[in-house]
């Protein structure tokens, strides 16, 4: 070393250069820190989503099976209904046959107790009905039914789609069609025959009437309208129209569907909740606020956790106090850097430098002082180096360079002749004055002196030595 005058100038010049490595250093710490953050967060919000939307999906599931189950009482209901309106008219159309085989003609009046026991039992009834020869002759009530008489069933839309069934003798149910009176009506009809000379003959049909809506009230379709949006669409071609109860909407609007056949009665009931099926609910509400917060919880403690993780990890494998690799973490290095030469028949150099007259430098200076010098030396060999290059801490004032890609001759003596030459012009200050920096270096070739870690360490040992003994200052190759 020697001395001169300091300029504050490179002092400067020197610190923020220190500075800027150390930020660049910093920067990809807390870049990687930010990265696991923001990770941790997206994977937190992402398992919460998750989890509501699951929670949603149980509830609409259970939402729609409890809505199936209703809609299932309904129809078992309505059966039930309609099983009692077979087994009145039945009865009745055999009444009134009984009375054909000692009268020629008979009235609903002569037949008084079957209305009375249709007002206890069916509370749907609307209209009973003898009709000779397909003509409404006698209803029950008269009023206000009365305008029924002389209707001709034959003229009817739905009798051509009924009169196989009813030549059969089964009872048929139809509609729901628009009654005289208004009102939507589903009827049931059955012949009835009379015995005469040439054996028995078709007199005409007894027919039963129900008020559609009050038949889906007394099945308990209604009971459901406080909850549910209820919606009744006709399938056969003698229903009055399409949607016969309700809006048509419900049917494109992830209703519960559900057919209902019986007879001539072929139906599709929906329903569907006032405000449709679950969004919402507190529960989830509170799931999706505490993912939220939980994510911006697990993002801080992934970022600091990280931070924390990279110091550890640095300080493991760096040197404390100039921050470039240590001893250990170099040799596991070179270790694998061999192995991967020999493996691609390629070169790398390794320069084992260290300061001439260091020793004097803390003498007279103090320790303090020398870890300048030190850091100042290595701050200017990163600086000098290629990205790829690694620079290690071997001990005390000795630092060891590997450069890497060394497949040309001429490669390693250009790339240690950069460093050499450089750290010849680092000047440190020292109070007043300034001291220049000066290293002996010796390079030895991966391939040339060498394969294995330890005999390119021991051959660029032996030429720093022998640069020393050349007079210090020197930079020595084997060739």
């Known amino acids: 070393m020697y001395y001169k005058q300091s300029n504050s100038h490179d002092r400067g ?4 250069r220190g500075r800027r490595h150390k930020l660049r250093r910093l920067k990809h710490e807390y870049t990687i820190a930010f990265t696991v953050a923001i990770v941790s967060m997206i994977l937190v919000v992402v398992f919460s989503q998750l989890l509501v939307h699951q929670l949603r999906r149980n509830q609409v599931g259970e939402a729609k099976h409890f809505a199936e189950l209703q809609l299932q ?6 059966r039930t209904s309609l099983l009692t309106q077979e087994l009145f008219l039945r009865l009745f159309a055999e009444n009134v046959s009984d009375h054909l085989e000692q009268y020629d003609g008979i009235s609903i009046a ?3 107790d079957y209305p009375s026991q249709l007002t206890r039992y069916l509370e749907p009834f609307s209209i009973l009905a003898l009709s000779k020869d397909g003509i409404v002759s006698d209803v029950y009530p008269k009023y206000p039914n009365i305008s029924v008489i002389g209707t001709s069933l034959t003229d009817m839309a739905w009798y051509s789609h009924v009169v196989e069934d009813l030549n059969s003798g089964d009872p048929v149910f139809i509609g729901p069609y628009r009654s005289p009176q208004g009102n939507l009506t589903v009827g049931t009809l059955v012949q009835v025959t009379q015995e005469t000379v040439d054996g028995d003959s078709v007199w005409g049909y007894a027919s039963l009437g129900c008020d559609f809506k009050k038949l889906l009230e007394s099945a308990g379709a209604t009971a459901l309208v406080d909850t549910y949006t209820i919606a009744v669409r006709a399938l056969h071609p003698d229903a009055t129209n ?3 109860l309700g809006d048509s909407w419900i049917f494109s609007h992830d ?3 559900r057919e209902f056949s019986y007879s001539h009665l072929n139906w599709s009931i929906g329903i569907l909740p006032h405000h449709g099926w679950p969004q919402w609910t507190d529960s989830m509400i509170a799931i999706a606020s505490f993912g939220v917060l939980l994510a911006i ?5 992934g970022y600091w956790g990280s931070l924390y993780f990279l110091s550890i990890r640095r300080k493991a494998y760096s040197d404390g106090m100039t921050g470039v690799l240590n001893k250990t973490e170099f040799i596991r290095v070179l270790r694998a850097e061999t192995r991967l030469c020999a493996r691609n028949h390629t070169r790398f150099a390794l320069a084992l430098l260290d300061i001439d007259d260091f020793k004097h430098v803390n003498d007279m200076y103090g320790h303090l002082e020398g870890d300048r010098a030190l850091l100042t030396l290595v701050n200017r060999i990163s600086q000098t180096v290629r990205s790829d290059d690694m620079v290690c801490r071997f001990g005390g004032d000795e630092f060891i360079i590997l450069f890497k890609h060394m497949e040309h001759d001429g490669a390693p003596r250009m790339a240690a002749s950069r460093v050499f030459n450089t750290i010849g012009t680092v000047p440190l200050a020292i109070g007043m004055k300034t001291v220049q920096i000066k290293t002996s270096m010796g390079v030895a070739v991966y391939g040339i002196d060498g394969t294995d870690p330890e005999t390119l360490l021991k051959k660029a040992d032996a030429l720093l030595y022998k640069a020393k003994e050349q007079g210090k200052n020197k930079l020595v190759f084997s060739r």
Not at 13 to 16: F, I, P
Not at 297 to 301: E, I, M
Request: aromatic content about 0%.
């Open 13 to 16: 010049l020197r610190t923020r």
């Open 242 to 244: 399409s949607v016969v």
């Open 297 to 301: 919880l697990v993002s801080l403690v």
């Open 73 to 78: 009482i309904v129809q078992e209901r309505l």
């Open 255 to 257: 209703a519960i569907v």
């Open 110 to 112: 002569q037949l008084s």
